[in-house]
């Protein structure tokens, strides 16, 4: 009795083991394909859906070293390695696939969503503005380079949209290293960075801040006159602000006694 109990645990783990090993796709050879450049396409596909990234990319990377060239089947080849490759979190290794989609067949009609994927997988390696903004600035320059090459793209709203979330990051990063200096009463350092941000990025969030941080800054260094100019510039960028009413009041307008007492005019002698 004690020895049917024990196979019928044996069976019973190894069903469970099966079944997990089938949910990992752990079956999965690309190089039985051998041959079949379709019918690995067609695997890949399958284990892409079903998220099995690792087979996925291993199936598509053979087609990708496989195939000829110039063969039809390779830029979506190299676009659903992206895919596969950003599904399993590697974003740069994604970014790189889809980067030769757009280098390698410009023409093609996935070039430009390849190119919009590659600059999203960089975005996405910068997760901070605190951090350094490397794979951000790529991401920048790739956006820009979607834009300029294929203007009339679906994508263009799109890549606009990024591109905006991109320069408030961009900005908050020279808000933060300007705030830094201004913490420590490092004035003219602080004002540097405060200018790059309303000079450069004048619609981001941070604008006004950096305007009134500027002010401030110019106000502790005792230059009145930059002080006065800067307050002109923010109140005229952000006019009903009440923080900026705060910092810089409108100045009154002078006084003419003509308004006061308007002169009479001269009686006519008979």
């Known amino acids: 009795m004690a020895g049917w109990r024990a196979r019928a645990m044996r069976g019973a783990v190894l069903a469970v083991l099966v079944v997990m090993v089938s949910c990992r796709g752990g079956g999965f050879r690309a190089d039985r394909f051998a041959g079949d450049a379709v019918g690995l396409y067609k695997a890949g596909v399958r284990e892409l859906g079903l998220k099995h990234w690792d087979n996925a990319i291993a199936a598509f990377e053979k087609l990708s070293t496989d195939l000829p060239a110039r063969d039809t089947l390779l830029p979506s080849t190299q676009f659903l390695l992206g895919q596969a490759r950003s599904r399993n979190e590697e974003h740069l290794l994604a970014a790189q696939a889809y980067n030769k989609v ?50 009339d793209s679906p994508r263009r709203k799109d890549a606009d949209r990024e591109l905006a979330a991109l320069e408030e990051m961009f900005a908050t ?46 106000r502790a260094i005792r230059y009145k006159e930059e002080a006065a100019e800067a307050c002109v510039a923010v109140r005229k960028r952000f006019a009903g602000d009440p923080a900026v009413r705060a910092l810089c009041p409108a100045e009154s307008a002078p006084r003419d006694s003509a308004a006061v007492a308007p002169v009479a005019k001269p009686v006519a002698k008979p």
């Open 102 to 151: 757009a280098e390698s067949f410009p023409e093609d009609t996935l070039a430009d969503d390849a190119m919009f994927e590659s600059a999203r997988e960089y975005q996405k390696l910068w997760r901070s503005p605190e951090l350094d903004s490397q794979y951000g600035t790529t991401a920048q320059a790739t956006f820009r380079t979607l834009i300029a090459v294929y203007p």
């Open 173 to 218: 990063k020279e808000y933060l290293a300007g705030y830094y200096y201004f913490r420590r009463k490092a004035y003219d350092p602080a004002i540097l960075y405060f200018k790059t941000v309303v000079t450069t990025y004048p619609e981001a969030a941070k604008s006004r801040d950096a305007h009134l941080r500027m002010v401030e800054s110019y």
